[in-house]
């Protein structure tokens, strides 16, 4: 995940985005309505194409070339490529550590997954762009779970819905996928048809 200086908050407004899609709570910062500074201002159709690439980008924190080329894989999978894309970048590890409530925002659910805090399936994972599937169990590792961090962390994230495509089981300290991560899943919107036309040209 590259280092982003800019305000969260400030990127969430320009992409159009609730701060909580990042795991920010609105409550506790100031906060404006998101695109509201944008409605003035007509778009051009790459305009509207490159913002939703940004979007996703700034989401899951993935730079260009990696995004490119979770691109050119789901362009190779059976379906609709935008579909294949959000199901591959829902898939990445950290993405799951915060899906499953054991990581306030992506970024630090990625610091956690490369201090090796969590195993699929028995095997300490560090590589916060690992792609889980179907059965894979994410877990905390045993020595991690008596630490003030994460009992801190699971108070606060106690009422995040977990996702469908999730089996969580907080008293294990872990979570099952049960299935691939679809659009419909998310908790933003997404217009991912635009991305495909953009990198079409």
């Known amino acids: 995940m590259a280092i982003n200086r800019e305000p969260i ?18 409550e506790s910062k100031r906060f404006t309505k998101p695109g509201v500074a944008n409605t003035r201002k007509k778009v051009s159709e790459y305009g509207m194409q490159l913002k939703e690439k940004q979007k996703l980008k700034f989401i899951y924190g993935v730079l260009e070339k990696p995004f490119r080329h979770y691109f050119e894989i789901a362009s190779k999978m059976e379906g609709k490529a935008g579909d294949n894309l959000v199901t591959i970048l829902e898939s990445r590890l950290d993405n799951v550590v915060y899906r499953m409530g054991y990581a306030l925002t992506r970024r630090e659910a990625r610091q956690l997954v490369t201090h090796k805090h969590f195993s699929v399936n028995g095997q300490r994972v560090d590589i916060p ?11 905390l590792h045993e020595k ?17 819905v977990v996702p469908l495509w999730l089996e969580s089981d907080r008293d294990n300290f872990s979570a099952k996928i049960v299935r691939a991560p679809i659009t419909d899943d998310l908790d933003y919107e997404t217009q991912t048809h635009l991305i495909v036309e953009l990198y079409s040209k």
């Open 9 to 26: 908050l400030k990127r969430c407004r320009y992409l159009g985005i609730s701060p909580m899609v990042m795991g920010v709570s609105k």
């Open 129 to 139: 762009s690992y792609r889980v599937k179907p059965g894979d169990v994410v877990t």
């Open 144 to 160: 991690s779970r008596s630490s003030a961090k994460f009992k801190d962390v699971l108070e606060q994230t106690n009422g995040r």
